[in-house]
């Protein structure tokens, strides 16, 4: 028996479009069926849909929570800070360096 076998065939994590998430989310407001019924029709994880819907909520106003825009924005921060916080490490490792070549 092989280890894949042993342990449970690791499942790949699907990526699906923004397109396909946003109809798939339209689908449960108007049809008046279940999250978990658009889900079962669609092959996809009702948790996954549950939070797509959660999610379109919370961007349409509708819901309280942290927008897509804003959650982009705050990634995009979080990573200028980071490279930020790099060259200011750096910059501080030079001027160590050159202040104890010089005396």
């Known amino acids: ?48 849909l549950g939070n797509w819907v959660r999610q379109a909520r919370v961007d349409d106003g509708e819901r309280d929570g942290v927008s897509s825009d804003e959650r982009e924005r705050l990634r995009t921060l979080e990573q200028e800070n980071a490279h930020l916080r790099m060259e200011r490490d750096l910059l501080k490792r030079t001027v160590a360096f050159w202040v104890k070549e010089s005396t």
Request: hydrophobic share 35%; net charge neutral.
């Open 1 to 48: 028996m092989s280890d894949e076998q042993q342990h449970g065939a690791q499942r790949t994590r699907r990526k699906f479009s923004a397109e396909f998430k946003r109809e798939a989310v339209e689908l449960v407001r108007t049809s008046g069926k279940s999250i978990a019924d658009v889900a079962a029709e669609l092959g996809i994880s009702d948790t996954s």
